[in-house]
């Protein structure tokens, strides 16, 4: 694929056609050891590596979002461990392949994923709640409530 629009040199270029995804992969002829990496195990891993998570604080909680279409509740877990670690884990099993089928592309992810993360002190660690609801898993933290300092007015005598 030329990255050069067609009028520089005459040649046609996709560069600009939003429905070409075949990319350039500069690591395709480089010579690594075929046990270490492979199509299979990047495609086992990159479920792993493509979970998004959104964090976000709000005055009353801490609110998780993970985008996780095609999942059931049943194929997630969320845990919380004693030193405030949130973990949220699932697995997306890889589709049963026929002998007679013939794939042209597969660009979904299969596999486990993990991702963990530390909460500051003001979480209730034991008030952690989680829902799913068309595909998108929410994990809210509650906070502690901060008591606010009593300020007390002194009058000044003389």
């Known amino acids: 694929m030329s990255l050069i629009p067609s009028w520089f040199g005459g040649r046609r270029s996709d560069a600009f056609d939003p429905f070409s995804l075949d990319l350039w992969d500069p690591f395709k002829d480089f010579p690594f050891p075929s046990s270490s990496l492979s199509a299979s195990t990047f495609r086992e891993n990159s479920a792993f590596v493509n979970t998004r998570i959104d964090w976000r604080e709000t005055p009353e909680a801490h609110v998780f979002k993970a985008d996780l279409p095609g999942l059931k509740k049943e194929e997630v877990k969320v845990e919380v461990e004693d ?48 829902s799913m609801e068309n595909g998108v898993l929410t994990v809210t933290v509650p906070k502690v409530e901060e008591k606010k300092p009593e300020v007390k007015a002194i009058d000044i005598s003389g």
């Not at 699932?90 to 299969?110: Q, T």
């Open 83 to 130: 030193d405030r670690v949130l973990q949220i884990s699932g697995e997306r099993k890889v589709e049963k392949e026929d002998k007679n089928d013939k794939w042209h592309r597969v660009e979904r992810s299969s596999g486990m994923f993990m991702r963990r993360f530390r909460l500051p002190e003001n979480a209730k660690m034991d008030k952690v709640k989680a």
